[in-house]
């Protein structure tokens, strides 16, 4: 007893003075602000007796001018206000200083920034009132939460008083609010503080005392929380703020742990409804965030654990229901609403990937999905619910049983897991398959429902091998997957003669698609995986023209991509059998396949594509199959030789001529075909440079032959010179300038190699020496090749011609006089220098002659 003499006594020293001051400042305050709105009604009594005498006197007076309503932006829902809040703004909207609306000019404002101004000013002239609140309100709580750990009198006791300080702090509210004949935010934090307090009370009773079962609790906790709300719509804003975020917040300040994740959820439900159903009436946006925060955090405390996964798999179905028929679609944007059921859904999917590893509650996930399809804004603008619902689900399994750790990318259930998670799937694919049926039937012409019903089994059969066989090869699976296919293959043929519900013939055949797909995936590995499933290609362009369906040709794409990119780079990556001859019948079936498809799709937009992917096959089957007879049906042996490289100049260096051609004609597709033509014409100079520098015969030892001319070097210098001169007649490959550069070069590469074998035979290495007739060939052969290039720049007035010429010839003369002419005496030098000037003459006269610049001067 003597603690609570000093807890009263304590109480009554802090508490009387510090509210007792707060409410005398309050109420000052009140009554400033109700003599200035006299004073001004005072002021417009008298201006509109000013206004009557003027018109008596017969002045007259400007038409009064409608201020122009200003837009209202799409974001801000529709109020309905009741009478209270109405005379609030009246009486707020009087007490402003009157403003000279005849030469204002409307400034336009940043949004956020008025909206910090006037929570500041709202602070200022609020704050004794917000403290005020604050402090009644954990006052409340505080003295729950004190009575239970001092035990200062018994639990029956403790209830009853705090549910008394609620219950006397509402009448305290309402008998102000009535006296003073309106309402105030003072009256609005004690009503605020009274529903906190009762909150608190009521959790206490359950959590701590045991005194109220969880069913009434709730029923209490919804009748208050409903109360508050609508008493809201009274007292005004402040004591919405109060009773939502105390609502959400006391289960965190009263503490415990003897309640259960049902009873907290549910609890979250009864806050929420009452918010909601408050918003009917009056829609502010900082009460629907707020209410979605609440929500949201008591989702985020119990699904975190991984421990309650049958109450959350029912809380956020409920939530989901909430969110989309409240408040009415009158009040609520609709992008707002969008973004909650969402994020619902995004819940959803991250709660199966926390749930607990040793008991999984299988059967508790199939809630959501019907309650997505059902729903009615899934028939309207919110059509994509259905699918996000069924995809999150979907991710949500994947990211529980995804295992980075160790080298299969997901983690199989344990046996015991398998029949139950089988059971799932069965009973998700009846439970959409028949909600999208019953919504499919009214609304015949819609492609969502058709796509959802066929490829909805199809999704959940993938996550049954992922999950049950790891994604590992299974036989039983892909005969499962067959069998499916086959299903979906007859569903195709009577949907094509029932008129209607033909718009599913196209998802039926999809459908049928991915099943022979996942069949493949499931049985056959790595070459034959790839060559199954460019069997599609046929099948795919040959349905697509019959029906004139654009989605069949977008799946072929995909198709396409995936064998493209598994032929490009999965023979590289992954470790494949070197024994058989594998790449003859997966390389060059796969373009065959292709070929036959771009065949059928003739006059069809899928055909630039098909084209496309036809000629990357067939590059690709070239090099792989040149890799297999050159290195004894070894490709992946690691070398690269002088030949292989040759050929591959040859041949990625004509293909990408090929795809510019190509790119002229392709219509939209021609910038891939650009791009491609431009990729290989890299890959050609890189595979010519290692043929130049690594393989270089001057420095390495290799079989050329023994045939002059027509030896390897034709094939690994002379045809480069051919494809550079080719390119050049193709300015959007490359610029026609460096083309022709690239020709000269590689031409006089191709020519000093062909001297040094004339001379030395397949011993072309430079360090077995020079004799004097390949060094006089090499001054011989540029001499010609200057004269030639300068009587025809000279011809045809290509000053790049010209200037070129004139180097080589300068070159030539130098190596004469400084290397040639060096070693030779006598009369041998007389002829020497007699040749080179009778030559250089003679060239002279050839190109004045030529280019018509009249007579030889004297000199």
Same mark, same amino acid.
Request: contains cysteine.
């Given at each position: 007893m003597e603690a609570l003499l000093f807890l009263v006594i304590g109480a009554g020293v802090l508490l009387v003075p510090v509210g007792s001051l707060l409410g005398f400042l309050a109420f000052r305050q009140r009554d400033r602000h109700a003599s200035r709105v006299e004073d001004l009604a005072r002021e417009v009594a008298d201006l509109r007796a000013e206004v009557s005498r003027l018109r008596d006197t017969g002045v007259s007076l400007p038409d009064p001018v409608t201020p122009a309503t200003p837009d209202v932006p799409a974001d801000v829902g529709y109020v309905r206000e009741p009478a209270s809040s109405v005379a609030e703004t009246t009486d707020a909207e009087t007490s402003r200083e009157p403003a000279a609306e005849d030469t204002a000019i409307a400034v336009p404002v940043n949004r956020s920034d008025a909206l910090v101004s006037r929570g500041v000013a709202a602070f200022k002239a609020n704050w004794m009132v917000w403290i005020g609140a604050l402090s009644v309100s954990l006052a409340g709580i505080f003295m729950v939460s004190h009575s239970i750990s001092a035990g200062l009198i018994g639990p029956v006791h403790q209830l009853l008083m705090a549910l008394l300080t609620g219950l006397g702090l509402h009448a305290g509210a309402e008998y102000l609010r009535r006296r003073h004949m309106g309402s105030d935010q003072v009256f609005a934090a004690l009503a605020g503080g009274g529903s906190v307090t009762l909150y608190a009370a009521l959790l206490a009773g359950v959590h701590h005392y045991g005194l109220i079962g969880p069913v009434p609790a709730l029923f209490a906790l919804a009748l208050v929380s409903v109360a508050t709300m609508f008493l809201a719509l009274v007292h005004g804003?402040?004591?919405?703020?109060?009773?939502?975020?105390?609502?959400?917040?006391?289960?965190?300040?009263?503490?415990?742990?003897?309640?259960?994740?049902?009873?907290?959820?549910?609890?979250?439900?009864?806050?929420?409804? #009452?918010?909601?159903?408050?918003?009917?009436?009056?829609?502010?946006?900082?009460?629907?965030?707020?209410?979605?925060?609440?929500?949201?955090?008591?989702?985020?405390?119990?699904?975190?654990?991984?421990?309650?996964?049958?109450?959350?798999?029912?809380?956020?179905?409920?939530?989901?229901?909430?969110?989309?028929?409240?408040?009415?679609?009158?009040?609520?944007?609709?992008?707002?609403?969008?973004?909650?059921?969402?994020?619902?859904?995004?819940?959803?999917?991250?709660?199966?990937?926390?749930?607990?590893?040793?008991?999984?509650?299988?059967?508790?996930?199939?809630?959501?999905?019907?309650?997505?399809?059902?729903?009615?804004? #899934?028939?309207?603008?919110?059509?994509?619910?259905?699918?996000?619902?069924?995809?999150?689900?979907?991710?949500?399994?994947?990211?529980?049983?995804?295992?980075?750790?160790?080298?299969?990318?997901?983690?199989?259930?344990?046996?015991?897991?398998?029949?139950?998670?089988?059971?799932?799937?069965?009973?998700?694919?009846?439970?959409?398959?028949? #909600?999208?049926?019953?919504?499919?039937?009214?609304?015949?012409?819609?492609?969502?429902?058709?796509?959802?019903?066929?490829?909805?089994?199809?999704?959940?059969?993938?996550?049954?091998?992922?999950?049950?066989?790891?994604?590992?090869?299974?036989?039983?699976?892909?005969?499962?997957?067959?069998?499916?296919?086959?299903?979906?293959?007859?569903?195709?043929?009577?949907?094509?003669?029932?008129?209607?519900?033909r718009v599913g013939l196209v998802w039926a055949i999809l459908a049928a698609h991915a099943c022979y797909s996942m069949a493949v995936a499931m049985w056959l590995q790595e070459a034959s995986m790839t060559l199954a499933l460019a069997t599609q290609f046929v099948s795919l362009a040959w349905l697509g023209r019959r029906y004139q369906a654009p989605e069949l040709f977008l799946i072929l794409k995909v198709l396409l991509a995936i064998v493209v990119a598994r032929l490009t780079f999965n023979p590289w990556l992954k470790s494949y059998d070197a024994g058989g001859h594998w790449s003859l019948w997966t390389y060059g079936g796969a373009t065959l396949f292709a070929g036959a498809a771009t065949w059928l799709a003739r006059k069809e937009v899928i055909r630039p594509w098909l084209e496309a992917v036809t000629l990357h096959l067939l590059v690709l089957f070239l090099g792989v199959e040149l890799r297999y007879w050159l290195y004894n049906g070894d490709i992946f042996a690691r070398e690269y030789g002088v030949t292989e490289a040759s050929i591959n100049t040859v041949l990625w260096g004509a293909l990408s001529i090929v795809y510019v051609f190509r790119s002229r004609v392709a219509g939209t597709l021609g910038w891939l075909y650009r791009l491609l033509a431009r990729a290989l014409t890299v890959i050609a100079v890189l595979s010519y440079l290692v043929v130049a520098v690594v393989h270089n015969p001057w420095w390495t030892d290799g079989t050329i032959g023994s045939t002059p001319v027509f030896n390897l070097l034709l094939l690994a210098y002379g045809a480069p010179v051919l494809l550079a001169l080719a390119s050049a007649r193709y300015s959007d490959l490359v610029p026609v300038r460096w083309s022709l550069c690239t020709a000269a070069v590689a031409f006089g590469v191709f020519t000093l190699l062909e001297i040094r074998h004339l001379w030395q035979g397949s011993a072309m290495t430079l360090s077995s020496g020079m004799g004097e007739g390949e060094l006089y060939t090499y001054s011989v052969i540029g001499m010609l090749y200057s004269i030639a290039a300068i009587l025809w720049s000279t011809r045809n007035q290509s000053e790049l011609l010209h200037k070129a010429g004139m180097i080589l010839l300068g070159l030539v003369i130098g190596k004469i006089f400084l290397v040639d002419m060096a070693g030779l005496q006598g009369l041998w030098r007389v002829a020497a220098f007699m040749g080179l000037g009778l030559a250089l003459l003679g060239l002279a006269w050839m190109y004045r002659r030529t280019s018509g610049s009249g007579k030889a001067s004297e000199s």
């Open positions: 804003p402040l004591l919405a703020i109060m009773g939502l975020s105390g609502a959400y917040l006391v289960p965190l300040l009263v503490g415990g742990e003897g309640g259960s994740a049902v009873f907290v959820l549910s609890y979250s439900v009864v806050i929420t409804v #009452s918010s909601l159903l408050l918003m009917q009436y009056v829609y502010r946006p900082w009460l629907w965030f707020g209410t979605l925060a609440g929500a949201g955090l008591w989702w985020l405390l119990v699904a975190v654990s991984g421990r309650h996964g049958l109450a959350v798999s029912c809380y956020l179905p409920v939530l989901f229901l909430l969110f989309s028929v409240l408040p009415g679609d009158g009040l609520l944007p609709l992008q707002r609403r969008r973004d909650a059921l969402l994020a619902t859904l995004l819940a959803w999917g991250a709660s199966i990937a926390w749930q607990s590893t040793d008991d999984p509650a299988f059967l508790a996930w199939l809630w959501m999905l019907p309650v997505a399809v059902l729903l009615p804004q #899934s028939r309207q603008r919110l059509w994509f619910l259905p699918w996000a619902a069924v995809l999150a689900t979907f991710a949500g399994w994947l990211v529980y049983s995804a295992d980075l750790s160790q080298d299969v990318l997901f983690r199989p259930l344990a046996q015991s897991f398998h029949q139950p998670f089988i059971t799932y799937l069965i009973l998700a694919s009846v439970l959409v398959v028949l #909600s999208v049926l019953w919504q499919w039937r009214t609304q015949l012409e819609l492609r969502r429902w058709a796509s959802l019903a066929m490829l909805a089994p199809v999704i959940w059969l993938l996550l049954g091998w992922l999950l049950v066989q790891g994604g590992q090869a299974a036989g039983n699976w892909a005969l499962v997957a067959l069998l499916a296919a086959a299903v979906y293959g007859v569903v195709a043929w009577r949907l094509e003669h029932s008129p209607g519900y």
